[in-house]
Nanobody
Framework: QVQLVESGGGSVQAGDSLRLSCAASGLTFSSYGMGWFRQAPGKERELVAR????????SYADSVKGRFTIFRDNAKNTVYLQMNSLKPGETAVYYC?????????????WGQGTQVTVSS
């Protein structure tokens, strides 16, 4: 049974930092592409950052480049999202995602999400 369990969300002020974690189990983690998506109220879910499986290539949404960093620790089956200089418009539920093809999308598994609230 595959599980993706996010943690690290919370309420912060604009300009603050947060680090999200996603612990994976039940899959060959190192071969999966991993990503972080977010969904704000009334908006579609969007890809924020992703890292390939097998080779640690990363890519980011333009809106977070230079502020967010995605990285993975294959020994711990965990992927992280370091978020710096958070903005109020980035309030959303953040979801961890895993892709069996070695990248996301397409997403094979989703986590349950963790709330991030950024106040001005």
């Amino acid at each position: 049974q595959v599980q993706l369990v996010e943690s690290g969300g919370g309420s912060v002020q604009a300009g603050d930092s947060l680090r999200l974690s996603c612990a994976a189990s039940g899959l060959t983690f190192s071969s999966y592409g991993m990503g972080w998506f977010r969904q704000a109220p009334g908006k579609e879910r969007e890809l924020v950052a992703r890292v390939r499986g097998t080779i640690p290539l990363t890519s980011y949404a333009d809106s977070v480049k230079g502020r967010f960093t995605i990285f993975r620790d294959n020994a711990k089956n965990t992927v992280y999202l370091q978020m710096n200089s958070l903005k109020p418009g980035e309030t959303a539920v953040y979801y961890c995602a895993a892709g069996v093809t070695g990248h996301v999308p397409p997403v094979t598994y989703w986590g349950q999400g963790t709330q991030v609230t950024v106040s001005s």
